[in-house]
């Protein structure tokens, strides 16, 4: 029997570096980044805040990393913060949001949309003053894009007016922006249109951008000064990063490369959607696909050497760099040949 060769729609993470990035790794001027400041890593910092329009940055070893360092530096031990219902930061991050961070989690109802709870949701849930044993909610997390919900965008002037709901009750703003480069692809708008008004964002690099490791946490000058002390009790600080600062600086200019996977995504939800297959309209690069019997099916298409993974109840393809679209069309074909 033949053997298929793998299609891993895992997610964006699994791609492999190319010769173009390995070069640019293997030539990255280094230092000590905890004692020094690492060359490169500096440039990728500053080249990050400038393309989200906030004063500095901090690389990280991941995003999980990231949002914790912000949640960290924004939470008393005790705080509420809100975040919609699905998102990273409340069912992906092992808790360490309520675990670390010390901040209870309160996960507000996607009225608006995939994705997104309504400004009205937000200033509800904030609530008022009361008695000094009142919780106190101090923080709105967002998600843009949204990944339980396939990679939903949200739109400028929905971000708007949620940060408007979260400074009127007093609240501050983080965004998981771990692919904030689709979100502004998709849109044709610069990501710092995205980042408007936020305290905090972290974006990836390693996710569509295809570099090995690390994401990148930003907002004020003082808090990335701050951030770097978390993330260093944390054990987040990287010696020689230089060398993974010149994968994320290769990544940064390939952000409108991301259109193609967009391009792919609607072409695998087409084809499934035509074989039968209950089929959300991707927004981005994630293709979320109803089934009878999630791990039946994903069991199937690993048999048919098509690998998914499961999401909020469903199947999950996620295109990147590392498949395209000759690599959908023989997805199709096996999964068609199935049926």
């Known amino acids: 029997m033949t053997q298929l060769s793998p299609l891993d729609f895992r997610s964006d993470t699994v791609t492999q570096p190319d010769e173009a990035m390995r070069l640019a790794m293997s030539r990255a001027e280094v230092a000590d980044d905890v004692l020094d400041h690492d060359?490169?890593?500096?440039?990728?910092?500053?080249?990050?805040?400038?393309?989200?329009?906030v004063e500095a940055a901090l690389w990280v070893p991941s995003g999980s990393m990231g949002n914790l360092i912000?949640?960290?530096?924004?939470?008393?031990?005790?705080?509420?913060?809100?975040?919609?219902?699905?998102?990273?930061?409340?069912?992906?991050e092992l808790?360490?949001?309520?675990?670390?961070?010390?901040?209870?989690?309160?996960?507000?109802?996607?009225?608006?949309?995939?994705?997104?709870?309504?400004?009205?949701?937000?200033?509800?849930?904030?609530?008022?003053?009361?008695?000094?044993?009142?919780?106190?909610?101090t923080l709105l997390c967002l998600e843009n894009t949204h990944n339980a919900a396939g990679g939903a965008v949200t739109q400028p002037d929905e971000h708007a007016l949620l940060v408007s709901a979260a400074r009127e009750t007093g609240?501050?703003?983080?965004?998981?922006?771990a692919r904030l480069w689709n979100a502004a692809v998709a849109l044709g708008l610069p990501p710092a249109a995205l980042t408007v008004g936020v305290d905090t964002v972290q974006v990836c690099l390693s996710k569509g951008l295809g570099a090995p490791v690390g994401s990148v946490v930003a907002g004020s000058s003082s808090f990335v000064a701050e951030a770097r002390r978390v993330r260093k009790m944390l054990g987040g600080g990287v010696r020689q990063g230089g060398v993974l600062a010149a994968a994320g600086l290769v990544g940064l200019e390939r952000v409108d490369d991301l259109a193609q996977d967009h391009a792919n995504a609607r072409a695998l939800a087409r084809g499934l959607a035509e074989l039968g297959?209950?089929?959300?309209?991707?927004?981005?690069?994630?293709?979320?696909?109803?089934?009878?019997?999630?791990?039946?099916?994903?069991?199937?298409?690993?048999?048919?050497?098509?690998?998914?993974?499961?999401?909020?109840?469903?199947?999950?393809?996620?295109?990147?760099?590392?498949?395209?679209?000759?690599d959908v069309a023989e997805a199709l074909r096996r999964i068609g040949s199935a049926s």
Do not use: Q
């Not at 060359?39 to 329009?53: H, I, K, Y």
């Open 39 to 53: 060359p490169t890593m500096r440039r990728l910092e500053d080249r990050v805040a400038e393309l989200l329009g």
């Open 171 to 177: 609240l501050r703003v983080h965004l998981d922006g």
């Open 277 to 326: 297959w209950l089929v959300d309209e991707p927004e981005t690069n994630i293709v979320l696909a109803g089934v009878p019997d999630l791990e039946v099916t994903l069991t199937g298409l690993r048999h048919l050497g098509v690998f998914a993974g499961p999401m909020a109840g469903k199947v999950r393809f996620v295109l990147h760099r590392d498949v395209g679209a000759e």
């Open 70 to 92: 912000a949640l960290t530096v924004h939470l008393r031990p005790g705080d509420r913060f809100l975040a919609p219902r699905g998102a990273h930061v409340l069912d992906n």
């Open 95 to 137: 808790g360490t949001a309520a675990w670390i961070a010390g901040g209870m989690p309160h996960p507000l109802d996607c009225d608006a949309g995939p994705g997104r709870a309504t400004p009205d949701a937000v200033r509800a849930a904030a609530g008022t003053s009361g008695p000094y044993y009142t919780l106190r909610t």
